[in-house]
T-cell receptor, first 115, second 113 residues
């Protein structure tokens, strides 16, 4: 159990366009989902925390108008990178947790390349 | 604040060698401790965890013991395989941290035949 999927696994887009990444918990209800960004050969940087049905909480320095997060159901959260630019190119990883647990289950990641 | 410190890599070992990756932490509460593994081009997979002092997490031949007195959670494996080549992240979730994970910087392990 505790499988998290992401879609797409990779995406290439033109500068100025928007890209939506989906994160799904396949076999459990995720009360909280997290979005991370990982630069090459570096650790994960937490971007935001989202709870089902409420607004996401963004980490300091993360533009909430640029990285739109929606957590409309207990099994789905989406991250939309708006007006993407080459500097947004990165590996984006989501994770999900069950209520009152401390273990995060990670998705396989989405490689975004902005041309 | 919370922090996790891991030994720098890369660590290069021959197959069947003994592995230790050091991890120490600082936390304000009573954290749960984790090791995650990331294979090339993939997301993170939970390798093992320990939730209280003296607990030992184990999985796939890997072990780590929660040492409160030394604030450590070192990862060990008695005999590594080529397939263990990956990046290993030590992490903690503080008891009052609203499930936020604090990661170490990761240690790359390369196992050569």
């Amino acid at each position: 159990g505790a499988v998290v999927s992401q879609h797409p696994s990779w995406v290439i887009c033109k500068s100025g366009t928007s890209v939506k990444i989906e994160c799904r918990s396949l076999d459990f209800q995720a009360t909280t989902m997290f979005w991370y960004r990982q630069f090459p050969k570096q650790s994960l940087m937490l971007m935001a925390t989202s709870n089902e049905g409420s607004k996401a909480t963004y980490e300091q320095g993360v533009e909430k108008d640029k990285f739109l997060i929606n957590h409309a159901s207990l099994t789905l959260s989406t991250l939309t990178v708006t007006s993407a630019h080459p500097e947004d190119s990165s590996f984006y990883i989501c994770s999900a947790t069950r209520l009152a647990t401390d273990t995060q289950y990670f998705g396989p990641g989405t490689r975004l390349t902005v041309l | 604040g919370n922090s996790v410190t891991q030994m720098e890599g890369p660590v290069t070992l021959s197959e069947e060698a003994f592995l230790t990756i050091n991890c120490t932490y600082t936390a304000t509460g009573y954290p749960s401790l984790f090791w995650y593994v990331q294979y090339p081009g993939e997301g993170l997979q939970l390798l093992l965890k320990a939730t209280k002092a003296d607990d030992k997490g184990s999985n796939k031949g890997f072990e780590a013991t929660y040492r409160k007195e030394t604030t450590s959670f070192h990862l060990e494996k008695g005999s590594v395989q080529v397939s263990d080549s990956a990046v290993y992240f030590c992490a903690l979730v503080d008891s009052g941290g609203y499930q936020k994970v604090t990661f170490g910087t990761g240690t790359k392990l390369q196992v050569i035949p």
